[in-house]
C-alpha cells in the first residue's frame, strides 16, 4: 500500500503549476476582477441614473397631478358692478382664472392681475384698485355671487372684508346650472342669477335687456317690483345675505 | 469576490494540486491553462466562506475535477486517453515514474481521480466519496478496480 502510494506521489511530484501558470492566471484574474468592478461601477452608476429617473418622474407625475389639483376650479365668484368679472377658485382658495363678462370687465382684467392669489385677496385688490373705484359710486351697486358647495362660508369670509362692508355690497349664492346658462348668454352668472331673480316679477325683460343695465339697475328694478322704496341697505338680510338664489 | 490577497494565498497553496488534476484529466497544456484558469476564476467569484483549510482544500478537488469534467464534455472528448499531456511533461519525468503515471492516465476517468485522490492527495475513502458526492462503496469499488488494473499493468508493488 504504501509503496504504491510511494509510486503514485514520486510519478506525479513532478508535475506542478508552473510559475508562467501561476503569473498568466493572476493576471487574468486580476483583470476579470478589473472588468467585473467596471462593470459594477456601471451598474451602479445605471441604478442610481435609474433610480434619479424614477424620482424625477415620481415628482414630475406629483407635480403634474399636484398642478392638475391647483388648475381645477371648485368654486366661482361673480363680481358685478357694471364692470362683470368672474373668478374661478381651486380648493386651495386660490383664484385660478379671471375672466370678463363685458368691455369693462375685460378692461378691468387688463389692468389688475388677480390670478394666484386668493379669492379675499382679489376682491381686496379689485377694491382697492384705482380704476376700478371709478366704477364703485353712490349709485352703483357691488354684488358678489359664489357658486359653490362652500357658498355660505365663502360668502361669511367676503362679508368680513372692511372694504367690502364699506361698499354696502350684496352677496348672493348661486349654482353651476345657472351659471352655465348664464355663459350660454355670454353673461356673468352673478348678473345672470339677478336677471332670473327681475324675471320673476317682469316678464317682458329678456338677458338682451340685461347685458345693456348695470347690476346696480337690475338690482332697482327687483326693488321697484318688489314694491320696496327704501334704501339699499334695508333691503339686505342682516347677514348680507341673500335668501332668493338663482335657481330656477 | 475574493481579494487579491486570498487569491494570491491559494494560488501558492492549491497550484500543483489543480494542476495534476487536470493532468490527470485533460489532454494537453492549453486545456490545462484553461481549466486552471476557470478554477481560479471560480474561486475569485465564490462568495462563500470556508470552515477551515480542509474545506477550502477538498472545495478546489471538487471545483477542479467538476471544471475538468465540463470542459471535456464540452469538446466531447470524453473517451481518449490524456497521454499528450504525459508526452509534454516528458522531460521532466524518468522512466519510471512516466510508466506509473502512462497506466494511471489509462484508467478510466473515475478511477483516476480516485486513485489520484487516495494516493496522493491522501484522502480517505470516505473523504473522497464526500468530496465527489459518491457513496462510499463506490469509492471503494472504484479504488479496488483501479489497483487491480495496476497491479495488472504495473506488478511490482502493486502486486
Known amino acids: 500500500m504504501s509503496g504504491a502510494r510511494n509510486e503514485i506521489q514520486k510519478s506525479m511530484e513532478n508535475i506542478r503549476a508552473t510559475a508562467d501558470m501561476k503569473r498568466n492566471t493572476l493576471f487574468y484574474l486580476e483583470a476579470q476582477r478589473t472588468k467585473k468592478n467596471r462593470g459594477i461601477l456601471q451598474h451602479k452608476q445605471s441604478m442610481t441614473m435609474r433610480y434619479a429617473m424614477a424620482v424625477i418622474c415620481i415628482f414630475l407625475l406629483a407635480g403634474a397631478g399636484g398642478y392638475q389639483v391647483y388648475r381645477r376650479p371648485v368654486s366661482y365668484i361673480s363680481i358685478d358692478v357694471n364692470p362683470s368679472i368672474e373668478l374661478a377658485v381651486n380648493r386651495f382658495d386660490r383664484v385660478v382664472s379671471a375672466k370678463g363678462y363685458n368691455a369693462d370687465g375685460e378692461d378691468i382684467l387688463q389692468h389688475v392681475s388677480l390670478k394666484n ?3 379675499l385677496q382679489a376682491i381686496e385688490r379689485l377694491l382697492q384698485d384705482a380704476y376700478y373705484s371709478r366704477f364703485l359710486n353712490r349709485d352703483s351697486q357691488l354684488v358678489v355671487t359664489v357658486v359653490s358647495e362652500h357658498s355660505d362660508v365663502m360668502m361669511e369670509q367676503i362679508n368680513e372684508n372692511d372694504s367690502f362692508r364699506a361698499l354696502d355690497a350684496m352677496t348672493y349664492s348661486s349654482d353651476t346650472a345657472c351659471m352655465a346658462e348664464a355663459h350660454q348668454h355670454e353673461m356673468s352668472f352673478g348678473k345672470y342669477r339677478a336677471f332670473l331673480e327681475l324675471s320673476q316679477y317682469d316678464e317682458s325683460i329678456t338677458v338682451e335687456d340685461c347685458h345693456g343695465m348695470t347690476i346696480g339697475e337690475i338690482q332697482n328694478r327687483i326693488k321697484t317690483c318688489q314694491g ?6 334695508t333691503e339686505k338680510h342682516s347677514n348680507g345675505h341673500s335668501g332668493r338664489h338663482g335657481h330656477h | 469576490m475574493k481579494s487579491t490577497e486570498d487569491v494570491n494565498r491559494v494560488m501558492e497553496a492549491y497550484a500543483d ?3 495534476r488534476i ?3 484529466h485533460l489532454k494537453n497544456r492549453h486545456d490545462t491553462e484553461d481549466v486552471f484558469q476557470n478554477v481560479y476564476m471560480k474561486y475569485l467569484l465564490y462568495e462563500g466562506s470556508f470552515e477551515s483549510s480542509e474545506h477550502e482544500r477538498a472545495w478546489f478537488v471538487r471545483v477542479t ?3 475538468c469534467t465540463d470542459w471535456l ?8 486517453v490524456p497521454l499528450d499531456a504525459l508526452a509534454e511533461e516528458g522531460t521532466v519525468l524518468d522512466d519510471p515514474a512516466k510508466e506509473v503515471l502512462e497506466a494511471v492516465l489509462k484508467l478510466p476517468e473515475k478511477y483516476r481521480d480516485v486513485i489520484y485522490l487516495f494516493y496522493y492527495e491522501e484522502y480517505t475513502a470516505v473523504e473522497i466519496a464526500k468530496i465527489l458526492g459518491k457513496k462510499e462503496n463506490t469509492v471503494y469499488t472504484w479504488l479496488s478496480r483501479a489497483k487491480d488494473i495496476l497491479r495488472e499493468k504495473l506488478g511490482g508493488e502493486w502486486s
Not at chain 1, 320696496?228 to 341697505?233: A, D, L, N, V
Request: proline content about 0%.
Open chain 1, 117 to 119: 392669489i386668493s379669492y
Open chain 1, 228 to 233: 320696496h322704496s327704501g334704501s339699499k341697505t
Open chain 2, 17 to 19: 494540486m489543480v494542476r
Open chain 2, 22 to 24: 487536470c493532468f490527470v
Open chain 2, 65 to 67: 475535477i467538476n471544471a
Open chain 2, 73 to 80: 464534455r464540452a469538446l466531447s472528448r470524453r473517451k481518449w
